[in-house]
């Protein structure tokens, strides 16, 4: 359990690191490709993190893939978000388990997630009130 609490602390911060480094301006200095990017490198991230989850009763899976979504919406706002949450949708519900009721809420809440953290990030220009905003509305 700590092995796997430590893989997932190391790739959180990977992941983080590499965001900033690479897209970290204001959102109306990105361009829609960096946008884009930061929507494919977060679903990576995502993935990778879906993939080295804590199952849970055989269908469930205990992970940090919301981090994904909010680490996208808040660098690259809605375009990013929605194809992070998009990713890791079509992954959840594919290669997770296969369908199955599980599968699918947790697809459409992932997705959901990206659309509605993704708005919030457009409209909120505030550094704290954006991290705020993200952080809660994800539960």
């Known amino acids: 359990m700590f092995v796997q609490f430590g893989e997932n602390v190391a790739l959180i911060m990977l992941f983080l690191f590499l965001t ?3 897209f970290n301006k204001p959102l ?3 361009s829609l490709k960096q946008k884009i990017l930061i929507g494919l490198l977060q ?4 993935i990778i993190v879906i993939f080295i ?14 981090l994904a979504v909010i ?16 990713i890791l949708g079509i992954y959840r519900l594919l290669f997770v388990n296969g369908i199955n009721y599980v599968a699918i809420i947790g697809a459409a809440s992932i997705v959901s997630l990206g659309i509605c953290l993704g708005v919030i990030s457009n409209r909120t220009h505030h550094y704290l009130l954006k991290w705020t905003l993200l952080l ?3 539960y």
């Open 28 to 30: 109306n200095q990105l």
């Open 43 to 46: 679903g990576i991230f995502g």
């Open 20 to 22: 900033i480094y690479f």
């Open 53 to 66: 989850g804590v199952k849970i009763e055989n269908k469930a899976v205990l992970d940090f893939r919301q």
């Open 136 to 138: 809660v509305f994800r």
């Open 71 to 86: 680490l996208a919406a808040f660098y690259g706002g809605f375009p990013a978000a929605f194809i992070t949450g998009i």
